[in-house]
């Protein structure tokens, strides 16, 4: 009782063509296909939004700067 053999499955497909029909079933075939496509797309798009290069670090955040420091003579 536990699996099915072949005979079971054709049986179980010639059900399914003789209520649905092949055209409906072609029908839904292909808006399955169209639906997946448009979802493939929908998420390399958002792919590419999120695929923008990433901003410099700032300065303090681990980096060392290499400078000069200058006294600031007071302005009278």
């Known amino acids: ?3 099915l ?3 079971h499955w054709l049986i179980v497909l010639l ?3 003789l209520v649905f029909g ?3 079933l072609r029908n839904l075939g292909a808006d399955l296909g ?3 496509k448009g979802f493939k797309d929908g998420m390399k798009s958002e792919e590419e939004k999120t695929a ?3 901003p410099e670090i700032a300065p303090g955040a681990g980096q060392t ?3 000069e420091a200058k006294k600031e003579t007071p302005k009278v």
Do not use: D
């Open 15 to 17: 059900v399914v063509v």
């Open 1 to 3: 009782m536990g699996s």
């Open 34 to 36: 169209s639906a997946v």
């Open 52 to 54: 923008q290069p990433k």
């Open 22 to 24: 092949t055209k409906k």
């Open 5 to 7: 053999s072949i005979w």
């Open 65 to 67: 700067i290499e400078g």
